[in-house]
């Protein structure tokens, strides 16, 4: 048993997130027969992992002796908790094999295991070590941002294994949308209902590349049946209204404009071969409290969203684009003012 403790050594590991403003000290417990610790440091984002809410992933993994062409599993679906600062997987403790290859593989979908998509882990065969997400779901029913890590390459030593580190990244692309007024100062425009429809709602993703692939819609689109797969942008607060604003003008005191930012949908990462993603929201133009349009505002888009990168699409909302026309005036040659009406002249003879 001796001879086995000097041959092993048990490993820390660091989470990071892609993009994070710290790498994380290791805090490495001497000796074998210790659990891995791990602390993490994830940014900050609107609906998305962070430090603060980042508190449970799952890990695979394995090695291949030197030499030798056996595959060995030694995570497959193991899920590691921080619980009072301290991360910890659950079973029995994991050693280093001495020179042997290792390689591991980390999801978490907002905490929980994952609700629309079958993780796999290959144990054997041509693709062993391989991770898998198959039939992935990103849409209205299934909503959570995903982040994944891959430890790359790792050859084990005798002793003085350094940790294992785990940077983190986002394999999901984050969309919103800002809304502003081009509309007069006098115009209120209320928005809702914002969604991107017919987007690609299923994919697989898998460890070879780190990379999604088999994009396709679980609805196909229907008009006529009000039928598509679609992502809901919610609107955050009670107050979904936007205006131009009022610069001074003498006695007018200058307002500022209003505008609408919606909160964050997760998307697949597509790049789309056609313009045929609609993003449609309803507006209701308000002139002082007299409703003058209500109805839903529809443009296409040819997206490319890349895994891990965050869009904002700036709408403009005017008169053109909320089918409404402005009342104008025409004064010219032929409808200014018209000319007078000669009348033929009457004779007063005052002598009469």
């Known amino acids: 048993m001796n001879t086995l403790k000097n041959l092993i050594f048990c490993a820390a590991a660091a989470l990071t997130l892609s993009a994070c403003i710290s790498t994380d000290d290791l805090d490495?417990?001497?000796?074998?027969?210790?659990?891995?610790?791990?602390?993490?440091?994830?940014?900050?984002?609107?609906?998305?992992?962070?430090?603060?809410?980042?508190?449970?992933?799952?890990?695979?993994?394995?090695?291949?002796?030197?030499?030798?062409?056996?595959?060995?599993?030694?995570?497959?679906?193991?899920?590691?908790?921080?619980?009072?600062?301290?991360?910890?997987?659950?079973?029995?403790?994991?050693?280093?094999?001495?020179?042997a290859t290792y390689k591991f593989y980390a999801y978490s979908c907002e905490n929980v295991a994952l609700e629309k998509g079958t993780p796999t882990f290959s144990t054997s065969g041509a693709d062993a070590?391989?991770?898998?997400?198959?039939?992935?779901?990103?849409?209205?029913?299934?909503?959570?941002?995903?982040?994944?890590?891959?430890?790359?390459?790792?050859?084990?030593?005798?002793?003085?294994?350094?940790?294992?580190?785990?940077?983190?990244?986002?394999?999901?692309?984050?969309?919103?949308?800002?809304?502003?007024?081009?509309?007069?100062?006098?115009?209120?425009?209320?928005?809702?209902e914002v969604e991107f429809r017919n987007i690609y709602d299923k994919a697989d993703f898998s460890s070879n590349?780190?990379?999604?692939?088999?994009?396709?819609?679980?609805?196909?689109?229907?008009?006529?049946?009000?039928?598509?797969?679609?992502?809901?942008?919610?609107?955050?607060?009670?107050?979904?209204?936007?205006?131009?604003?009022?610069?001074?003008?003498?006695?007018?005191?200058?307002?500022?404009?209003k505008e609408l930012t919606t909160d964050y949908g997760y998307f697949l990462p597509v790049t789309y071969s056609s313009n045929n993603v609609t993003l449609s929201f309803k507006i209701t133009v308000k002139q002082g409290t007299d409703v003058i349009k209500s109805d839903y505002v529809k443009g296409n888009i040819k997206p490319t969203w890349a895994a891990g990168s965050s869009y904002t699409y700036n709408v403009t909302v005017n008169g053109s684009a909320a089918g409404v026309e402005k009342i104008e005036f025409s004064v010219d040659a032929t409808n200014g003012i018209q000319d007078w009406t000669e009348v033929p002249p009457t004779d007063f003879n005052f002598g009469a």
């Open 209 to 257: 590349g780190d990379s999604w692939s088999n994009a396709s819609r679980t609805v196909e689109m229907n008009e006529a049946d009000k039928k598509w797969t679609k992502i809901t942008l919610p609107i955050t607060g009670t107050d979904n209204s936007i205006n131009s604003g009022a610069a001074a003008d003498g006695d007018t005191e200058a307002v500022a404009a």
């Open 28 to 99: 490495v417990n001497e000796g074998a027969g210790v659990m891995i610790g791990f602390n993490s440091h994830v940014n900050k984002n609107t609906r998305a992992m962070s430090n603060d809410n980042f508190s449970k992933f799952v890990v695979y993994g394995g090695y291949t002796p030197k030499d030798v062409s056996d595959y060995h599993t030694v995570f497959n679906g193991v899920p590691v908790s921080k619980e009072a600062d301290k991360w910890t997987y659950e079973g029995s403790s994991k050693y280093w094999v001495k020179d």
């Open 129 to 192: 070590g391989t991770f898998k997400i198959t039939e992935f779901i990103c849409n209205d029913g299934h909503q959570h941002d995903l982040i994944y890590a891959s430890s790359g390459s790792i050859t084990a030593k005798e002793t003085g294994n350094t940790a294992v580190s785990l940077s983190f990244k986002h394999i999901l692309s984050k969309v919103n949308t800002k809304f502003k007024s081009g509309f007069d100062p006098d115009f209120t425009i209320e928005i809702s």
